[in-house]
């Protein structure tokens, strides 16, 4: 659990500011589920830069609450959780100071987005929550005030956690929250998962990975773990002491997802055989006169692939349908109308295209993205603004880096196929 915070404070002598105005966002890592937003009467005088700053000035604060009167809902919201601010340790030692002055001693456990952003976006020009954010495309409004810089460090810290592929943060998290053995059994664990698409981990005591699958239906999936009887089962329900979760909307996210972090994190209990992507495609060849002919063979490294497969059978039987689909005229394997081809490749190949392909997001008003470059995977994000689609520095930015492969090919061309809400945009 996590508190998105933001503190605005009078200014002043190091350790004699006073807290003006306070927005705190409980934050369950998928979802807010609680926050408090308040003025707050600091009994002191504001610094007349942060008057120009923020535009929050003495009058309006005479009527606000004071410290003493919030502090007891500070610490019910923040009980538990995990202190995440835009320069964590200037927020966290204003609200001790206040504390100590109340005779009360407050300790939580801190994040800080600056850090996290410099580790995960280097190549950052900034890392300001202002510049940051608009590098990245993330809308923000009221700017300097509690609240507004309080949702922009939550979609930042949102952002973070995607494209904390290593699980460095989680990780850190859960080895500080399990000092010793869990008590809590495995069907409370399935209790608070969602029953949702998405990327599931399978966390030990110290919360190393131990498993990562993904599932359509997350709680469905976990439970089944804790309830079959196999090898692998038994191993899971003796280690598992945490499950966490990313949930992604799209099904395609989801396996990218799974197969990109299963390799980069090598966790012990999934398969270690090595994926060698696709063995058959149907390829488009050319004749002298320049008609296009579609064939499926055994892939060799051909140029203009319509599709990739694990078997000649599979092959054969999507040529077959592609060819009812568009009409395809003449011998199956004989000469076809050019311009069809090209709309089937259009519709079902990512070979050496720079595209964007665009499917369900984790909310309403989301889209999943994931941008292929020279055909290869090259990452995956969620957007909610036509302009981060249009404008490809931003979309580079926002999207979590991969390293696609000839597996990561094969499951999106094999998505194209099955999914007919699945949209290709062409980035050239």
Not at 193 to 205: F, W
Not at 292 to 301: C, I, R, V, W
């Amino acid at each position: 659990m996590y508190a998105i915070l933001d503190i605005e404070s009078t200014g002043g002598k190091y350790n004699e500011e006073g807290i003006m105005e306070i927005a705190i966002h409980r934050f369950d890592g998928h979802k807010v589920v609680d926050k408090f937003i308040s003025l707050i009467n600091p009994e002191r005088d504001i610094q007349p830069f942060v008057v120009n700053l923020t535009g929050i000035n003495n009058k309006m604060l005479v009527t606000a609450p004071k410290f003493h009167e919030v502090a007891k809902r500070i610490i019910e919201i923040t009980d538990g959780a995990v202190l995440v601010a835009h320069n964590a340790q200037f927020d966290y030692r204003i609200l001790r100071t206040e504390f100590r002055r109340l005779g009360y001693d407050f300790q939580r456990r801190s994040l800080c987005t600056v850090d996290l952003s410099k580790k995960l976006i280097p190549e950052a020009e900034s890392h300001s929550l202002g510049k940051l954010v608009r590098s990245l495309g993330i809308a923000v409004s009221d700017r300097h005030r509690a609240n507004g810089d309080a949702l922009a460090t939550l979609k930042l810290f949102k952002l973070l956690l995607n494209k904390d592929s290593s699980k460095t943060i989680i990780t850190e998290v859960i080895r500080e929250e399990t000092l010793g053995e869990l008590s809590t059994k495995q069907l409370d664990m399935v209790d608070a998962l969602p029953s949702e698409t998405g990327v599931y981990y399978m966390h030990d005591k110290n919360g190393k990975v131990l498993f990562i699958g993904k599932s359509k239906n997350i709680k469905k999936r976990v439970n089944q773990h804790f309830t079959n009887i196999g090898a692998l089962a038994r191993k899971l329900q003796k280690e598992t002491k945490k499950v966490t979760f990313e949930k992604t909307g799209s099904e395609l996210v989801a396996l990218l997802k799974e197969h990109h972090e299963i390799k980069k994190n090598s966790p012990i209990y999934n398969d270690k055989r090595k994926r060698k992507g696709f063995s058959y495609g149907i390829y488009v060849f050319e004749n002298k006169a320049g008609n296009l002919t579609l064939k499926p063979e055994k892939a060799n490294g051909q140029a203009k692939r319509l599709g990739s497969f694990n078997s000649m059978r599979a092959t054969q039987n999507f040529l077959i349908k592609v060819s009812k689909e568009f009409q395809l005229s003449g011998e199956l394997n004989g000469t076809i109308q050019n311009e069809k081809v090209l709309g089937a490749l259009d519709k079902y190949s990512i070979d050496n295209r720079n595209v964007v392909v665009l499917d369900r997001g984790r909310e309403l008003g989301e889209q999943s993205a994931i941008l292929v470059k020279d055909g290869i995977l090259n990452g995956v994000g969620f957007i909610e603004l036509n302009y981060q689609l249009n404008n490809i520095h931003i979309l580079e930015s926002i999207i979590t880096p991969m390293q696609g492969d000839a597996h990561s090919t094969y499951i999106i061309e094999a998505y194209l196929r099955k999914s007919k809400r699945i949209k290709i945009v062409a980035l050239d």
